[in-house]
């Protein structure tokens, strides 16, 4: 693997989005699912249907430069994707009874979302991307990030606690099958 490089979704990237997103696999399935048909979008609006409802939404936000996320290229191929924004933008996540905020801070961001190009996973770049979430959220003068990975689960959407914890994260509190890791 060459040196990855990442960079905010902008309109300009937002092609190579939809190509990691919408790749097909052997069979011809989509191979990056959850991210085909929920589009990162189940944290910020669970009123949308799945597929071309949550794609819609998710290109006004890189349309209106809100920069959801961020993408990992290899050789200029569209490799990871991670989403990474202001705590406030997640709606659900606001309302959820397990991950809401226990705290009034200002200024925290959150990590709701990895997608690795399945043949790609397990090369480290959950971990690339997850270092320049921590630097973009500093860029944007982010008082702290946070996420909620898995317990157990190596391969969960949200990641595993193992990696956040190798990332300079604290666990803050626990759920029954996620942890609130905070940095």
Known sequence: MSAL???PVTEERWPDLVDLFERRGPRSGHRNVPAYGCWCMYWR?????HGTPKKRAMHALVRA???PGLVAYDDGEP???ISVASREQYG???RSPQ???QDEDEGVWSI??????RPRQREGIAGTLLDAAVDHARRHSAAALEAYPH?????????????FLEHGFEVVRATAKRAVVRR
Do not use: I, N, Q, T
């Not at 709701?112 to 190009?117: E, I, L, S």
């Not at 317990?151 to 990696?163: A, I």
């Open 99 to 101: 991950y809401r905020p």
């Open 45 to 49: 609006d669970r009123s949308l249907e």
């Open 5 to 7: 490089r990442v960079a």
């Open 151 to 163: 317990r157990s689960k190596k391969d969960d959407y949200m990641g595993h606690v193992d990696l």
């Open 79 to 81: 490799v990871g994707w």
């Open 65 to 67: 430069a809100k920069e």
């Open 92 to 94: 659900a996540l606001l």
């Open 112 to 117: 709701v979302c990895f997608v690795v190009d």
